[in-house]
T-cell receptor, first 111, second 108 residues
């Protein structure tokens, strides 16, 4: 059974640029959730995708958007990057059981 | 407002010194209380899910319990490898609301 994978591992971007982060869900899972974790804080819910549709969104502006593909993998896109977007971005997959299983994260640094 | 608060923020223990971590929650429509372990620079690792007051779950040196307002993570005779940040989260519909975590350091 393959776990949740994310790419890239690290990324450095300049303020105002756009970024795309990728996530492959665990085998058999059809739901993907994205979280932002600032240093020293708990993860904050960005949004969730279920069967290619957005299924809930946290308090994040529209410049945070996402996609889910037929194989249940997912992308997180962030436009017009701001310094405060620097964080660890976590993807979690779930399906059938209540647990959400997290990937290793993508560390985004905005300069 | 739905909220999850963990205490203490940091905890230092000697190897073998048992203790408990607290997670207080005020949420409506709780659909499970989750505990995760997170090592530096890595994603959270799932530990337990609790659903109803009085429920308990154990794994090695860890035991999680749940009341109507709080959850506790009891660590019995911890070892240095138990050092990590422990996160609790309340599930509402599909999303998890996390506390800020408790960073545990166990010294040999």
């Amino acid at each position: 059974e393959t776990g949740v994978t994310q790419s890239p591992t690290h990324l450095i971007k300049t303020r105002g640029q756009q970024v795309t982060l990728r996530c492959s869900s665990q085998s058999g899972h059809n739901t993907v959730s994205w979280y932002q974790q600032a240093l020293g804080q708990g993860p904050q819910f960005i949004f969730q995708y279920y069967r290619e549709e957005e299924n809930g969104r946290g308090n994040f502006p529209p410049r945070f958007s996402g996609l889910q593909f037929p194989n249940y993998s997912s992308e997180l896109n962030v436009n017009a990057l701001e310094l405060d977007d620097s964080a660890l971005y976590l993807c979690a997959s779930s399906g059938g059981t209540p647990g959400q299983y997290f990937g290793p994260g993508t560390r985004l640094t905005v300069t | 407002e739905d909220q999850v608060t963990q205490s203490p923020e940091a905890l230092r223990l000697q190897e073998g010194e048992s203790s408990s971590l607290n997670c207080s929650y005020t949420v409506s429509g709780l659909r499970g209380l989750f505990w995760y372990r997170q090592d530096p620079g890595k994603g959270p690792e799932f530990l337990f899910t609790l659903y109803s007051a009085g429920e308990e779950k154990e794994k090695e040196r860890l035991k999680a319990t749940l009341t109507k307002k709080e959850s506790f993570l009891h660590i019995t005779a911890p070892k240095p490898e138990d050092s990590a940040t422990y996160l609790c989260a309340a599930r509402l519909e599909g999303k998890l609301i996390f506390g800020q975590g408790t960073t545990l350091q166990v010294k040999p």
